[in-house]
């Protein structure tokens, strides 16, 4: 069975810095394109960072230069590194992971739980 596990959530202060994880069973995130994706409440679920298998990275606008996305192998986990961080920053942030269209049509193949990310003003 296929699980993807995020932690690393919490509050913290406007300009600061999170470092959401997600770990993986079941499935092997370097043979996907893995993303990350965020939803604050009444709102669309985003997609705010992906990694494809062979390694290359994308990140949504509002993100860029903020947010970092990586992987381990070794470790079958992917990483979100959040720096300077805005209340507007503020949802519940998921992992997903399958081809590279399904993440950009928001139906990928597995799907984390979600860990809420809170930034204070």
């Known amino acids: 069975q296929v699980q993807l596990v995020e932690s690393g959530g919490g509050l913290v202060q406007a300009g600061g810095s999170l470092r959401l994880s997600c770990v993986a069973s079941?499935?092997?995130?370097?043979?996907?394109?893995t993303g990350w994706y965020r939803q604050a409440p009444g709102d669309e679920r985003d997609l705010v960072a992906r990694i494809t298998g062979g390694g290359s990275t994308n990140y949504a606008a509002s993100v860029k230069g903020r947010f970092t996305i990586s992987r381990d192998n070794a470790k079958n986990t992917v990483y979100l590194q959040m720096n300077s961080l805005k209340p507007e920053d503020t949802a519940v942030y998921y992992c997903a992971a399958g081809d590279i269209v399904s993440i950009y049509s928001k139906r990928p193949q597995y799907w984390g739980q979600g860990t809420q990310v809170t930034v204070s003003s």
């Open positions: 079941g499935v092997i995130f370097s043979s996907y394109t």
